[in-house]
Structure formats: C-alpha cells, structure tokens
C-alpha cells in the first residue's frame, strides 16, 4: 500500500524526531498511579529521557496539570481519594489542551473503578493504554463498541483476550478520544482510529515482572508531552520493544531482565529505534 | 522415628508436586499488604509462577477474594481503611472455604493493628507467616498461648526472640486455625500443630533487604492456593531457601542478593527443591 | 585556615566513628515518607547499617519517636492524613528530644504541604535536607532569609538552582533549627550554621534514578540516631559521595548502578568513607 508506505516513512521519522525532543526537553510528567508500580513508573520515565512526580491529591493533580507536559492517569489499587483526584485531573488536562493517558487497569473489579472511568469519558485521553481486555471493556463501558459483546474479561492484571481481538475496540476508542491507542501484548497494536500500527519486540519475561504495562503507560505521557497521539504511542511503545529485546540478550531472569531493561531504555538510541519492526495498515 | 521419617517422604513428595501445580496453574492471588514491600511481593508471587493483584478498598478485598485462589493479608504500615478492608477480606476467605495468609508484621503497635488482629481470630487464617517474636505474641493476643509470658517483643520490624522460642507458640496458633505456621528466622520452623518441619537454607542478606518476610507471605498464598497448609508452608519456605542460597553464591550485597533471588526463584526446579534439607518432628 | 583544618582533622574523626557506631548498634529508624520511595529509603537505611519501619497513622507516628533513635519525615507524595501524622511525629521528637531529618520534598506545591512545614517550624528538625531550590524555599517559608527573593522555585521534584546559591538559606536554617542542613547537588554542601562542609563525589546517574535523595534523608536520620546533627550529616552525605563514585565504575545504566551502590554502601568501610574530598569553611 503506497499510502501506508509514505506513512511509515513518515512515522518513523516523527518517532525518531520525538526520542531526540525527550531528550532534549526533559518533559516533566505528573502521574497519578498505584503504589505498586510508583518506582518502577518514575525509573522509567527517568531513563526514557524524563522528569517524574507522584501525586495523590486533588488539588496536587490540578496543580500538576499545569506545570507538565502530559500526565499519566493509573486505575490500580485505587483508594478512595482517587474518586476525586483522577477526574479533577483529567478534567484540568482537558481544559487546558494538556496531553494525559489514561491506564484502566483493573476494569471490571468495583463501583468506585466504574465511576472514574465513567467520569473520564468525556475528558477524552490523548493515549489510551492497556492489554487487550481492558481495552475492550474500556471501549464497551464507554459505549464505542456496537458489536456482539464479547472479550473484554480481565483475570486481576491479566488479559483473556489476544492483542488481534481488541483492534475494532481500540479504533472505536481512538475515534471517539481524537487520540490513540496502545495494545500491549505479545506483539503491540498501536491505532489511532485511520491506521494501525503493529510493532514487534520486547520478550516474555516481561509479563514476568509487575508494572512493565504501568510503566510503559507512564512513558508514553513523556513522548506525548512532547509529540502528537500517534507518534507519542508508537514511538514509546517502540522504546519499550527495542529495550525489551536488548535486555533479555543477558538476563538470567525476571530481576536481571527488569535491571537490563531499564539500562537499555536509557541508553537507546536513534539506530536500535529505527531498529524496531513496524508495520502500517489501515484501521 | 519411623511415622516421621514416612511424613517426610511424604511431604517432599507432596512440596514437588505443588511447584508443579503453581507453575501449570498461574494462580492469581490477591493481596493488601504494605505499601513498602508491594512491588517485592509482586514479583516474588510472579517469580514463583502465580499471578499477582494487590488492592486496598473493602469491595475489592471482597471480589479478589472470589476471584482469587487464595489472598495475603499483611499488617504492616496501615492506612485507616485497612480497618475494614482487611477483617472483610478474610472474612469473604473464610466463608467461601478460600485460603488466606496471615502476616502480622508490627503487631503490639497501635490499636487500629490490635483492633484488626481481635476480628481476624474468627476468620482462622490458612497460614500465619511471622517471625519468632511476631508468632508469639500473636498466639498471646489471641488467647492461645497458656504458659508464663515471655517473649514476643517486636523491635520495629525485626525479631528479639529466636525461632524455637515460638514453637509452642506457633503449635497452639496452628492447632487453633486447622492450618499451619511458619516462623521465619535464621533456620525457618513451619507446623501444623502434630508435626514441626524445620527448612535450612537461605543466607543472612535475607534480613538486609526490606520486604523478604513479605515477600515469602505473599509466595506462600501462591501455593496455598493449590496444596495443604502444611505442603503450602513448607513448599513456600523451601524455595525461599533454595533461591537464597543459591543467589548469596554471587551477590556482591543486599542489592544483587535480591535480583539474583528473584531470578533463582523463578529459575527453580523440582531437583534444586528436593535439595533443601527438611526435618521433621512431633510438634 | 587553622581553626578550620583543625576542625575538618576532628570531622573526620567523628564521621568515622560515627560509621562504626552504625554498624555496631543497627539503630532503628521510623519513617513517614512517600510511596514511591519507602522501598529505596528502607533498604538503604538497611544497607547502611540500621533498622527500618515505614508508617503513616499518627499514634504510630508518635509511638515510633519513643522507641527509634531518630526518625525520617518526608513530604513527597501527601495523602490527606500527613496533615496530622508528620506533624505529630515532628512534635513528639521535639518533646522527647529525638533527632529527626526533615525533607521538604515538592515545597511550594499545595496547602496541604504549606500547612505542614508550617507546623513543622517549631518543631526545629535536626536535620534538613533537600536539594538547592527547596532549601532556598524552606528558608523563605519559616520567614527566614532576609535577603533580596531569588531562586526556590521547584520544578517537581528537581532543583532549578546551583548548591551555592543556597548556602545563605541554610546556614539561615542551621542557625533557627540548632542543628544542621545537607544541600544535595552535584557537589553537597553541609552546614551547622557556624561552618560549611563541601562533600565531593556520586554521580550524574544519581539524578537518573528516582529516591536518591529521599533515601539519603532517610540515612542521614540512621546516622543522627548515634551522632551530632554535622557528624551525622557529613557521615551520610559522604557514605553517598564515596558509595556513588563506586558504583558507578561498573554501571551499564540507572538500574545496575542502583543496585550496585546499594552493594557499596553496604560495603562501605571506614578506609572508603576516609577517601572522600571534604573542604570546610566557614559558613
């Protein structure tokens, strides 16, 4: 497809180009996100080229808003006070035409998860991130999905659904936010709604370390805050699978792995990206 | 003893075959633990072979409970909605028959701990998990430690008695829940109130590491969720054992002790487990 | 400078001794710090030589001054009950004479935080540490500088001025707070007011990897528990200058040099520690 073709040149232009700005801008990103995975996410999105802050507050979320160049917004483990913190700041970003993604981890499980998120449908994430069944519940809870209602049942973290089965919803959704969408699995689906965009890489192990999903989420609002939907989410999506292939080269195991990985995504450069196999189709 | 030395076959038997199930079964295992060991605990029930979800609202513990093949419940740095989530999970556990394990790190600091510790009494906890000190003043909280008071002081953290200081202790606890018992320390005791399993093994850079007693708690509901309390306690302890051993071979400290831990523990096999010197007794 | 030679000869001394104090009494510290960072704090306060236990309710707050040889106070990362649990723990210090490190993580950011250090004033911390900007910002906030307004704005969580320009603003703190303040920076600075430590060494990966500087604030209090407030801040500052340079000889990355200084600082002796370039003047 000639057009797709052009597309990928392009694309892989702008991904470069946004690696470059990271690291020349160290966007500052606030995020939102469960305790678990709070040093894993600021570790990357430090290696990745960023600044990191955590935040539990309302007032802190707003405040951050305005300060950042993107936020990262993470439904795991949440606590009460995230009922107000969450939307208050994804309405901020809303408002002020700042970038945000949105990580729906945990879809399905309580009240309190499905009254954020109803909440923050209309706040429009600029990048949507999450394994296949989350997506498909995320797309179907906002009422994008119009098909026969099927997939979309979360196991605790884990996906039910292969990466393939999520790629209506993940349009759907996309369409909807004006922005894109990141799939993560085996091999990762990134769309915003016109193309879809494969990209191949990472390793097994990585599902063998809790956070690699959150983290992931937390550096696509670093490459967000400083390019648009599509190429944020392909570029740190591709940051994540080149870094993934690298590290398992040595790793004697899960903890070896997440040490090599997080040296790998701070020592990435423009070649191993460019490495990275992509494929464009339309969505 | 002819009984005994039978139990131990038996019981090495037994610990084989539940590393087997855990890692065809990837059981998920919900958790609400402290907020410090969280990522450790994760990666430790990965590492092992299950699936990890930690949570802090009541109506979760509750879901993760009927979603879970068997929950961890640690004490340690509460928040105030622990107060509830914490009694309401194991109570969701011990109604529908689903195994859970108790970890009482600070017991003896504040009364929101005390409080908590009264109502999970009834809720006869699968397995507790804790140290020499820890042990005993639980079986003293809870009524069921008759002698003379001695012992069960808990510095911060850290242990002032050793382990067969809490085997009574650890006996009349197991004997009241129908579970089992595991006393962590330099050499572990684990008992299900007939027989005392001692486990050798493991290294002193375990208590140079936050998080290794969480950590082996949140790995011993793993197993739980496939075999006895006893087998579970056992098979937990032992390959905590195994992988601390062999990770102390090339640590050069605390650090690359813990991520060569984690890779040995998701490296292990049956024969390295079959390895771990076991005795048994009458309790 | 004689007196000051002199004076750097007897510093020395004591930050040697203070090393091995450490490592014969494994002080116990209490914390109150952020989630992102509890795990990194905790296992460096183990690596170098002490006891850990986080917490977050008030009465644990106070219950852990009474029985720590210092405790570390962080505010990174509020949740709404810090507004009554860091100041809590801050008074029963002051009350009970108990050292205590005061970081003033995200100064500038919130009410919640302003109400806090506002309380906190008072309670005179034996310590502070932050980097330059929120020094300059903590000595502004209690009122403290009397010179012209400059610099003190903070961008998340990093500094946007050099270390020397907040020597007035600290020394201004030592003087109101009797005891001492770490400025962390490329090169550290540490005053008790009356004279000013340069501390040489680290590394530019410091800045990379999330929580070095809260896990310093959380060493410096390991040391305060057998230490004067200058002893005990030079003796952490320099057990991070001297643990840093190490480690980084090795690094691939920000994740294996993190795992590698937790080693060295574990490892750390009193030859290493004497190794590290300190200049004193007057401040």
């Known amino acids: ?16 180009l946004a690696l470059g700005d990271v690291r020349a801008a160290t966007p500052l990103v606030g995020s939102i996100t469960n305790a678990i995975t709070m040093d894993f996410v600021a570790n990357a999105q430090l ?11 309302p007032e802190e979320g707003v405040a951050m808003a305005a300060a950042s160049g993107a936020l990262y917004l993470n439904l795991g483990a949440l606590l009460p006070l995230h009922r107000d913190s969450i939307p208050a ?21 309580g009240s309190l998860r499905e009254d954020i998120l109803s909440e923050l449908r209309a706040c429009k994430p600029t990048i949507v991130r999450g394994n296949a069944s989350e997506v498909i519940a995320l797309a179907r809870a906002w009422g994008l999905d119009d098909g ?20 209506r919803a993940a349009a759907a959704l996309a369409r909807w936010t004006g922005g894109a969408v990141a799939v993560s699995g ?95 189709e339309e969505a």
Chains 1, 2, 3 share one sequence.
């Open 47 to 57: 290696a990745a080229g960023g600044s990191a802050a955590m935040i539990y507050l």
């Open 148 to 167: 026969p209602e099927q997939g979309g049942e979360v196991r605790g973290v884990d996906a039910t659904d292969p990466v393939a089965a999520a790629s």
């Open 1 to 16: 497809m000639t057009v797709a073709s052009h597309t990928l040149d392009e694309l892989r232009k702008d991904v470069a």
């Open 89 to 109: 700041a994804a309405r901020a970003c809303h408002d002020l035409g700042r970038p945000w993604v949105l990580d729906p981890v945990g879809i399905g499980i």
């Open 186 to 280: 085996p091999e990762d689906l990134v769309t915003d709604g016109r193309v879809a965009v494969s990209v191949t890489g990472g390793s097994p192990l990585m599902s063998r370390v809790t956070g690699f999903g959150c983290s992931l989420g937390g550096v696509l609002a670093v490459f967000a805050a400083v390019a648009d939907p599509l190429t944020a989410a392909v570029a740190g999506t591709a940051c994540y699978a080149a870094a993934g292939t690298r590290a398992a080269e040595g790793a004697q195991g899960p903890a070896s792995f997440k040490v090599a990985f997080l040296d790998a995504l701070y020592n990435l450069d423009a070649a191993a990206l460019a490495a990275v196999p992509l494929t464009i």
